[in-house]
C-alpha cells in the first residue's frame, strides 16, 4: 500500500533560509529523496550531531563554521557575533525553536512516545584556535530514541531517510555509560563514543530509519533517568556545522517560512563570489521528495493506470536493474501487477491489469 507521512522539509541555509514544507514519504530505497534538508552555503564546513543520553533523549546541535580569511572578515563575524549572542530572540533562533516544538510534537504522534523540546541554546563566536566563524543553535528533545529495557535505539525517527550533501556529516554521541552495540550503515570514523557519517566529496543518502545506533547500559531500564535536566552545554560540543540533513518522517503543520541568518555584507560577498562556480541549490519539488514506490505509482496514474516497464525506466532515469527489482518489491506487495507479454513487461495498478489476467471474481 502507498504510505503516506507528513514530512517536514527545513532548509537551513548559512546565507540563512529555512523553508519548512510538506512531502510524502517510506522508502527504504537509497536514491529516494527524503525529507529534511538543511543546507548552508556561506558556510564551510557543517556537521549536526545528537548527543544521545541513557532516557532516550537527544541533544540536538546544529553547528554552522565559516573559516576566516582576513582580519576584516574576523572582525565583521565578531560584530555579526555580538549581535546575534546579545539580541534578546534573535529572527533564526526564534523560528528554529518553533521548528524544534513543531518536530517534537509531531514526533510524538509519529511515534507514541511523548517527546518536549527543552533547554536551547545558541552561540555565535569567533574561534582561537583555527580562526573560523562559528554559529550553534541546539535543544534538548525528549524521547528522540526507543529505550527497550537496558537498550537505547537511535534511528526510528529517520523516516524516509537521511541526506546529508559534500563536505557534511553526522555525528551520534553516547556517554560512557553505554556501550554501542550495532551501527547500520557501518561508520566512516568512530572513537570509543561517537560515530561518524561523512559526505566528502559527494553527496550521501541512508535507507529508511538510518543511520541507526543501537547502544546498552549496564542498568536494567535505561528509561528511569530523569529527562528534565540532562543535558550537555554548547561549549562542550566541536565546532562543526550542519548544512544538509534530511530524513525527518515526522508531520509538520507549517507549509512555507524563511529565516535568514545575514553575514556581514563583506562575508557575505566573498561567499557569493567563491560560490559562484558552485552549483545552485536545486528547487526541491514534490516529485523530488517522493519515495521510488509512490513516484511508480505516480507515473502509472498519469498514464491511464497502465504502462511499459521500459517506459518506466526512460521516465524516471534509473537503471534497468533498479526498475526491475523495484517493481519485483512493489509487485510481491500487491502495489502493482506485472504481466509479461510477449518480451516486454506491463505494469498496471491494482485493478487496472489487462482483461485476460484479471480473475473472473474480483469484481464480486
Request: hydrophobic residues 35%.
Amino acid at each position: 500500500m502507498l504510505r503516506v507521512l507528513a514530512a517536514v522539509v527545513l532548509v537551513f541555509t548559512a546565507a540563512g533560509v529555512v523553508t519548512v514544507g510538506e512531502s510524502h514519504s517510506a522508502s527504504a530505497s537509497p536514491d529516494a529523496q527524503p525529507e529534511l534538508v538543511v543546507d548552508g552555503q556561506e558556510f564551510d564546513r557543517q556537521t549536526f550531531r545528537i548527543d544521545v543520553k541513557m532516557n532516550g533523549s537527544v541533544r540536538w546541535t546544529y553547528v554552522y563554521r565559516r573559516d576566516l580569511a582576513t582580519q576584516s572578515e574576523r572582525e565583521q563575524f565578531t560584530s555579526f557575533a555580538k549581535t546575534f549572542n546579545k539580541q534578546e530572540n534573535p529572527e533564526l533562533y526564534a523560528h528554529f525553536k518553533q521548528g524544534a516544538h513543531v518536530l517534537t510534537d509531531k514526533g510524538t504522534n509519529q511515534t507514541g512516545r511523548q517527546m518536549n523540546a527543552s533547554s536551547f541554546s545558541r552561540e555565535a563566536y569567533v574561534s582561537r584556535l583555527d580562526n573560523s566563524g562559528i554559529v550553534k543553535m541546539s535543544f534538548l528533545w525528549s524521547n528522540f530514541s526507543e529505550v527497550d529495557g537496558n537498550r537505547v535505539i537511535v534511528g526510528d525517527v529517520f523516516t524516509g531517510g537521511l541526506y546529508i550533501r559534500q563536505n557534511q556529516r553526522i555525528e551520534i554521541s553516547w556517554s560512557d555509560e553505554m556501550r554501542a552495540v550495532n551501527a547500520s550503515p557501518e561508520p566512516d570514523d568512530q572513537s570509543s563514543n561517537t560515530y561518524t557519517w561523512v559526505a566528502s566529496n559527494t553527496s550521501r543518502q541512508f535507507y529508511d530509519s538510518k543511520p541507526q545506533v543501537v547502544l546498552k547500559t549496564d542498568n536494567e531500564d535505561a528509561s528511569s533517568y530523569a529527562t528534565t535536566t540532562e543535558w550537555l552545554p554548547l561549549s562542550w560540543l566541536t565546532g562543526f556545522a550542519v548544512v544538509v540533513l534530511i530524513g525527518l518522517g515526522l508531520g509538520i503543520a507549517l507549509r512555507r517560512g524563511f529565516i535568514t541568518l545575514r553575514l556581514p555584507a563583506e562575508l557575505s560577498n566573498r561567499s557569493t563570489e567563491e560560490n559562484g562556480s558552485r552549483d545552485e541549490m536545486p528547487t526541491i519539488t514534490e516529485a523530488d521528495l517522493m519515495t521510488d514506490e509512490d513516484r511508480i505509482l505516480s507515473l502509472l496514474r498519469e498514464n491511464g493506470g497502465r504502462m511499459k516497464q521500459v517506459k518506466i525506466v526512460e521516465q524516471t532515469g534509473w537503471s534497468k536493474s533498479k526498475v526491475s527489482m523495484l517493481l519485483s518489491e512493489m509487485d510481491d506487495e500487491d502495489l502493482i501487477s506485472k504481466l509479461r507479454v510477449g518480451r516486454e513487461n506491463i505494469i498496471s495498478l491494482v485493478g487496472n491489469e489487462p482483461e485476460a489476467v484479471r480473475s473472473p471474481f474480483e469484481d464480486e
